[in-house]
Each structure stands twice: as structure tokens, then as C-alpha cells.
């Protein structure tokens, strides 16, 4: 079966540093990822998403890496800040379905 | 551009009840996705429309059904409530679906009691 998810449950990150969150996802037949930020009480916000003929792609202070080999997805924050503090999910789009992983708290420390 | 609109945002159901949930989305966006968030599931896929179609059911029983309307808006119901469907009720809009980013609202707070 397909599963997502997260190598750590919880970081915490010094405000200025960068942040890597790291998922791993088993269904090698996915071929869309995405990444999402969760605030308290609001729903999901898209951060950055990647295909699957790609390994990298770069937004507004993130980046995301997709190793296929390994099947591994990261996402990395430069300069992180005390808004980037939120719950973060990594997905897997195949056959109409996105699948996601169980999250990572961020908490940025000032 | 108005964003994904879920209603109501709270709702309090007692068990054996059924209840309906509305989510309209962004104009354009033809794809509507269903999620339920608990803490200890996590996201949990319920099921996608698109124009009208369902493309793809999760792994939840029978009692939990959606359908899409001709607007693209989308109502999800369950049905004989049971304590354990208490969770935030996420939706999410796209415009194609599988492969395009999709935006979420803020969901539906559904306790049963």
C-alpha cells in the first residue's frame, strides 16, 4: 500500500537558521508531490509542489528536493522566521488522490 | 479572488444524526477534494469530484458520500453519526485535480456528542 510520511513528529528550528523537514513516500507511481503549511484553527496553505521529472525546485525561501531513488521528498527554509512556526505536510498526488503524511511541528525559537 | 468556502465552519451533531457540508470553490477550479483531519490520522482522503464525477473514494465506510454539483460546489454527508467522525472536515479545490495544486479552506469543525 501507499503511505507519506515524516522522519520526525517535532522541530525545533533558532529563528535566522534553516529548517529542513524530510518525508518519505513508498508509492513509486506517484508523480506529484506538494508541501503545506498548517496554522492553528486554519486549513492547509500550499507552500511549493514538484513533479516527479524533477529533483528541485525553488520558491520564495523554500526549496524542495525529490529523490526518486530513495523515494525521499525534503523541504528547505532559509532564514527561518517566527511566522514559519505551523504544523508541515508533505503529499503524494496519484490517481486523483492526494496522500499525506502525518506532519511536522515547526517551532521556531526567538 | 474569493478563496475555498466551507460551511458551516462549527457544527454539533449527536450521535445517530446525519449531517451535510458545503464547500464551494474557487471559481475556475473544477476538481473538489474531501479530507478528514483528526490528530490522531492525520489528513485522510475521503474522496474527489470532478465535473460532477468521482474519480476516487478513501477508505471510509459506506455512511460517508459526496456528490458535485453542476457549479462545481460540492456537499459531503454522514450519515448514523458516530462519536469517532468528530474532526475538522477539509475540503479542497483545483482545477484539474491529480497533478495541480489545490487550495484548502478552513474546514468544518464537526463534534458529535
Known amino acids: 500500500g501507499e503511505s507519506v510520511g515524516l522522519h520526525l513528529p517535532t522541530l525545533s528550528v533558532q529563528e535566522g537558521d534553516n529548517s529542513i523537514i524530510n518525508c518519505a513516500y513508498s508509492n513509486s507511481a506517484s508523480d506529484y508531490f506538494i508541501w503545506y503549511k498548517q496554522e492553528s484553527g486554519k486549513g492547509p496553505q500550499f507552500i511549493i509542489d514538484?513533479?516527479?521529472?524533477?529533483d528541485k525546485r525553488q520558491g520564495q525561501r523554500v526549496t524542495v528536493l525529490l529523490n526518486k531513488t530513495v523515494k525521499h521528498l525534503s523541504l528547505q527554509i532559509a532564514a527561518t522566521q517566527p511566522g514559519d512556526s505551523a504544523v508541515y505536510f508533505c503529499?503524494?498526488?496519484?490517481?486523483?488522490?492526494?496522500?499525506f503524511g502525518a506532519g511536522t511541528t515547526v517551532t521556531v525559537r526567538a | 479572488k474569493a478563496g475555498v468556502t466551507q460551511t458551516p465552519r462549527y457544527l454539533i451533531k449527536t450521535r445517530g444524526q446525519q449531517v451535510t457540508l458545503s464547500c464551494s470553490p474557487i471559481s475556475g477550479h473544477r476538481s473538489v477534494s474531501w479530507y478528514q483531519q483528526t490528530p490522531g490520522q492525520g489528513l485522510q482522503f475521503l474522496f474527489e469530484y470532478f465535473s460532477e464525477t468521482q474519480r476516487n473514494k478513501g477508505n471510509f465506510p459506506g455512511r460517508f458520500s459526496g456528490r458535485q454539483f453542476s457549479n462545481s460546489r460540492s456537499e459531503m454527508n454522514v450519515s448514523t453519526l458516530e462519536l469517532g467522525d468528530s474532526a475538522l472536515y477539509l475540503c479542497?479545490?483545483?482545477?484539474?485535480?491529480?497533478?495541480?495544486?489545490?487550495?484548502f479552506g478552513q474546514g468544518t469543525r464537526l463534534t458529535v456528542v
Open positions: 514538484i513533479r516527479s521529472n524533477m
Open positions: 503529499g503524494e498526488s496519484n490517481d486523483y488522490k492526494l496522500s
Open positions: 479542497a479545490s483545483s482545477m484539474q485535480g491529480e497533478g495541480t495544486e489545490a487550495f
